[in-house]
Structure formats: C-alpha cells, structure tokens
C-alpha cells in the first residue's frame, strides 16, 4: 500500500466514529455473504420489537377503558341527588291543640334531619285522610306526625291515643328492630311503641296503672332483665303520696313482674347514673330530700325475685352513702329540689342538684360535694355548651324578679360564673338551646327582652325576643326573631352533618286549652343573622354592626364537640 492511500482510508474511518449505523451511499454493508447466511435471523423480529407493540396495545387499552368509564359516569350512572332544603319552612294546623313534645331524627333517611311532634285533632291534617276513628279511638285524639325538614311536608301521620301523658323518641332496640323507637304512653291506659321512619305501630300494650295516677317522667331506660336481648323500660307513676314502678318489655311491651312501691311523697322526680364500677342507680328527688335505690333492688321490688344479671349489682361506696333502711342521701345544702342533672366528666359522669337556693355538683362515684354555686329560682332545666373550647359549661336561668331572669354560663369543672346577664322575660319562656361551633365553643340562643337601662323594673309584659350569643364577642348579643305567639317547644338543630344550623318553634294552644292555630316553623340561621339587630352590651370601637353580622354569618358549626 503506498502513501497516498491513507488520507482515503482516514477519512473513512473518521466519517464511521461519527455515524456508526450509516452506510455509504445509502447502500448495504459489505458483509453481504454473513446476512445471506443468517437471512432467517435478519427476517425475524426481535425481542425488543415484539415488547413495543404490546406496550402501544396496553396503552390504547387502558386509554379506551378511561373513556369508558368517564362516558359511564359523566352520562350513564346518575349522581347522587342532595336534598335542597329550604331556608324556612312553616306548617300550620287549623282546630288544633299541641303538647310540650318535640324530637328531631331523620325520618326518611335522606341524611336531613326532619321534625316528629303531637297534636290532637278529629281527622288529622288534609295530607293524610286518616281518623280517630281508623284506630278505634273516639275524637278529637293525639295524632303523632313526622314533617320532612327540607321543606315541611308531611311524611306519616297516625292517631296513637285519645290524650297524651308521655312521649320519648331515641329508644334503643324497641320493639326488636335495629332502628330507635317512639314509647306513647295515653290515655286511657295505653302503651304504644312506634317506629318514627314510617308511623307504624311495632307493639301496643294495655297498662295497669290503676286510678288517679301521674306519670313520673322521663322513660327509664334500662339493661335487659328478661333475657330476649332487647333493653327493656321502668314506668314510675305516683298516686297520693306513694310511688309504684312498673317494667315492660321493649321487645314486645309485656310486663315484667307485677308492680314495686316506694314511699317518696307526691311527684317526685329521679335520675338513672351508672357508677364507675358499672353499677346502675336511681336517684329521686322529692321536695327537699335526695333518695338512691339500685336498679337491683327496684328490680326485686317490682318482680318479687332476686335478679342474677351481674349488669344489676351494687356499688360499695354508694351503699355506705345511702342511709339504710331510707335510702336518703344528705346534702351539703338545704332547699328544695327541682331538677337532677347528668353532667360529664373527665373521669365520668356528675351529677347536678338544682335547688331553689343554689345548684350544687355531686362527685358521680364518692357523692361528695364539688362545688356550689348561687342561683336561686330556677327557671328551666340546665343545658351545657363551650364557652372556652373543649370545656364543658352549664346555662343556668333564674329568677331575680318579676318578669325579670338572669342567664348564667359556668363552668363544669369548678362552678365559676363566666357571664352573665339580665333579661325581661315572661311566665313560659322557653328554655336556652346551644350549638357547637367549628371553633370548639358554642353559640348560645335564649329568649327574652335585653333593656339597657339599670332603673328597668320588669314590671310589664315583655316580649318574646331570640338573642344569639357567642363567647368570641361576650359584649354583643344578635337580635334574631320575635315571636307574639306562646311557644310550646323550642330547639336548634343542625339538619345536616356539620351545617345547615336552624332552630324549630312549635306554637300554639296546648291540650288544656281550646283549639285554635298551630304552627311548627323551620327558620336557618343564617338568614335570621343577616337581618338581625346588633345589641352592644358595651361599646367597643372598631367593629361596625355589619363587620358583626358577616362575623356571625361565616360562622361554622360541628356536630360533634
């Protein structure tokens, strides 16, 4: 090879290092003979080819089946419809008369809750074409009746009794079912279990509570003693000056046993509270004594038979608290008693003992006094709410002159006032109602007539105004609503989960009264708040009256604290 050879061939190699896989000239690679030899091999595909395509198939695949499944969604599979409710609902019955009753669940199970009340007419409302007469009973009679909460209509209506003694909603397994049910207790002697999502009657049983007897309320829930898996129920009536108990089967409304009596005096009121050990006690309250009896020996009582339920035991440190053989517990403090409340604790369940001179909190194991506090004539029994977030406080009302109530908020743990503050208020005011914020507080909403002058002496008739209070502005209350007519029931509710916050009126005459107009009312909030009036219980500049409503109308609420 001479010299001028190997510019050519360095050129060729320089031109190969920068295209590797170009031929010259378009043309094929001089190893002609070695393809020839392995044309098989070049003609089959490899490996690496045969994995692309299933890789472009699996993605066409995938990519059809997205369409599909948004196609199925978007225009197939209908979406869940959410009920729209109305704002406000107001439903009305003509020659009517109501009673003090009022629950809120969701009856038709559409996740709002809906309104179940009682009132007493000849041939119900003219949704339903039903009368006393369908169910055996002469007329006028108690119709119990279920309105839907998203905008009033009636969902069932039926007549359960010629007059209503009693009525409780909320009780577990009634009647064998999974689902709660409704106790009507009538008159004449009759038991009447209901389920509250259709109206019908799951059992219906004539009692025997003899004559001239008062019911002593509320129901008493209590563990199963008879042994079919289902809670059963103690009725306490008094006549004279004796008390009789009564237990009736929740499955099928039998009674259990015969009857038991206990000598506490006319009317007294009672409490159940479970001990830390489990054991169930019953407290009554007469006019100036405390009484404890276990469910064990009310059990006997009323059966003749000793009970071998281990749920029906004793507790050691009560029975050394109650007096034997009269079952009376002392107090720190004298005055009469009017109402017994359960108050939780951190390590269990408190009681409260309202007395005319003071309310005074029990240790729910020991008995012991925690604490007392002033509040002489109450008016109503205690509601809790969040004044500071996460602590539990108590709204006391009490009097403190004609026409003329104090609210107080205290605190659960150690009986400190918080706040408080003086209303006019009329004879039959309804009692406060609270609702849990997001903020881990509550909104506070009672009634009566907030006058700023010191020299108001209450003397006249006041009037029936809403006040919304929340502790993060404890100087401004919000004027919602006024009401001229007598209000027999009053609640607030949140409809659905963590919103939609109302509250419900029932108006009208009551069983004791001729009939007349009645009236159950939805009203949100929120529309009350943004046509409420500002009340300052003390000026403080900066914050303008409508920076207040938009304050209050942002305001996010919870259905668990």
Same mark, same amino acid.
């Given at each position: ?120 007419? *000849? @041939? =119900? &409302?003219?949704?339903?074409? /039903? ?5 055996? %009973?002469?007329?006028? +009679? #108690? ?6 909460? *998203? @905008? =009033? &209509?009636?969902?069932?209506? /039926? ?5 209503? %003694?009693?009525?409780? +909603? #909320? ?391």
């Amino acid at each position: 090879m001479n010299s001028d050879e190997y510019p050519v061939m360095d050129n060729k190699n320089l031109e190969a290092e920068i295209h590797p896989l170009k031929n010259e000239d378009g043309k094929a690679p001089d190893n002609h003979e070695n393809c020839a030899e392995k044309a098989a091999l070049c003609r089959k595909p490899t490996r690496l080819s045969q994995l692309s395509q299933w890789r472009t198939a699996a993605f066409f695949l995938s990519l059809f089946l997205c369409l599909i499944v948004v196609f199925a969604f978007s225009f197939i599979i209908p979406c869940p419809v959410r009920p729209v409710s109305q704002r406000t609902w107001n439903r009305k019955y003509d020659r009517a008369v109501t009673y003090k009753f009022l629950a809120v669940e969701d009856v038709n199970e559409d996740k709002v809750q809906d309104v179940i009340f009682v009132f007493k007419d *000849t @041939n =119900g &409302s003219s949704s339903f074409n /039903r009368s006393c007469s369908d169910e055996g %009973l002469s007329a006028p +009679c #108690a119709f119990v009746a279920a309105v839907s909460g *998203t @905008n =009033g &209509s009636t969902l069932w209506e /039926r007549p359960v009794t010629e007059d209503l %003694l009693w009525m409780e +909603c #909320a009780i577990e397994q009634l009647g064998g079912a999974q689902s709660p049910g409704c106790l009507v207790i009538g008159n004449p002697e009759l038991l009447t279990a209901i389920n509250p999502h259709t109206g019908e009657v799951r059992w219906r049983q004539f009692n025997s509570f003899g004559a001239n007897y008062t019911v002593v309320t509320p129901l008493l829930k209590m563990p199963d003693v008879d042994g079919d898996g289902v809670q059963d129920v103690m009725i306490f009536i008094t006549a004279g000056d004796e008390t009789k108990s009564f237990i009736y089967s929740g499955k099928n409304g039998e009674q259990i046993g015969t009857s038991g009596r206990l000598s506490l005096g006319a009317r007294p009121g009672y409490l159940m509270h479970v001990t830390k050990t489990g054991s169930y006690y019953v407290l009554f309250n007469t006019v100036n004594s405390l009484y404890g009896y276990s469910l064990k020996d009310l059990y006997s009582m009323a059966t003749g038979m000793e009970s071998k339920l281990t749920s029906l035991k004793q507790d050691s440190q009560w029975e050394k608290k109650v007096e034997s053989p009269t079952h009376h517990i002392p107090l720190l403090s004298s005055g009469d008693i009017h109402y017994l409340v359960k108050v939780p604790g951190k390590s269990g369940e408190n009681i409260l003992v309202v007395k005319s001179d003071m309310a005074e909190l029990l240790d729910g194991q020991t008995l012991n006094s925690l604490w007392t506090v002033n509040a002489s004539h109450i008016l109503s029994e205690p509601v809790f709410g969040y004044y500071t977030p996460d602590v539990l406080h108590i709204v006391l009302e009490s009097g403190v002159g004609p026409n003329r109530k104090k609210i107080m908020i205290v605190e659960g743990g150690s009986g400190a006032v918080h706040w408080e503050l003086e209303l006019n208020s009329r004879a039959g005011s309804p009692r406060p109602a609270t609702l849990n914020t997001a903020d881990h507080r509550s909104t506070f909403l009672f009634w009566g007539e907030y006058q700023a002058e010191a020299n108001e002496t209450g003397s006249k008739v006041a009037l029936q105004n809403l006040y919304l209070f929340h502790p993060s502005y404890p100087n401004v209350l919000l004027e919602l609503n006024n009401s001229p007519d007598r209000i027999v029931a009053f609640d607030a509710v949140l409809f659905e989960r963590s919103r939609h916050a109302c509250y419900v009126l029932l108006t009208g005459p009551q069983s004791s009264k001729g009939p007349g107009w009645l009236s159950v009312t939805k009203r949100k909030l929120k529309e009350d708040i943004a046509d409420s009036r500002v009340t300052w219980l003390s000026q403080v500049a900066g914050d303008s009256e409508q920076y207040i409503r938009d304050r209050f109308f942002r305001m996010r609420f919870s259905s668990q604290m």
